[in-house]
């Protein structure tokens, strides 16, 4: 298994070149193809509003829209063709989980944006991104918002849990596992789910790996208090990881969104980019 279709999401936002330089390095690397998405969002006019003033604000705003999707468009065509990469760009109107149904399932893999806190947008941002991660079936690579991405994959986290999403990431992975120089399985209290991790926690998935070429070594962490993705973030730091894979949302998203979880932990404070797969 390669990647061999990639959909970036395009837009004109500060964290766009970055997003870019993440999903051209691996498309060149799999010889994939990339495919750009365009997200058109024209602005309507509630049936009530009956004021002419009203009406055309709206109307420029929307031609405002499209011209910013033309000038997004026109700069994926000339790095595409400046890095002699294979790609397409695509301008579409919808709903991001509506979108992700449609594009998405024809791609491997798809590389979106962390949402910026700082921006005025940022809730309907995070909402977006938890939309097409149920939406997909695919995995989503986010890119964090903030810094330079000038590794991936060199020394890779795991976080498994043994769940149907944690088992799904890790396979959705394997392209970026096998050429890591190093994959750390991480399994965070195994003793609350003994069953489903076997007798030696961490055992079965590591020789699943290292059947498929990966370099894989495990640690099992006991420690209580700490939120499990707070944890694992302070991993990230600690073993010098330059990419997470993690399953998306193993309890439902109100529980997590509400009660907190993992899953909106690296949602909101990742330091290096994070595969998920729900």
Known sequence: MAYKTILLHVDDSPQWPGRFEVAAKLAADFGAHLVGLCLLRRPELPGYVRSAEIAELIAKRAREAEARVKSSRDMLLQRLSSQGLSGECRVVEGAPEDLAAVHGRYADLLVVSQPDPGTSYYAEAMQDIQSVIFAAGRP???????????????????AWNASREATRAVTDALPLLRRASKVTVMVVRPREDAQAHGDVPGADIAAYLARHGVKVEVSAEHGTGIEVGELMLSRVADLN???????????????????????????ESMTVPVLMSH
């Open 140 to 158: 989503l690579l986010l890119v964090p918002y903030a810094g330079q991405v000038k590794a991936l994959g060199t020394h890779v986290l795991v």
């Open 241 to 267: 990881v330059d990419l997470v894979v993690m399953g998306a949302y193993s309890h439902s998203r109100l529980r997590q969104w509400i009660l907190g979880g993992a899953t909106r932990t690296l949602l």
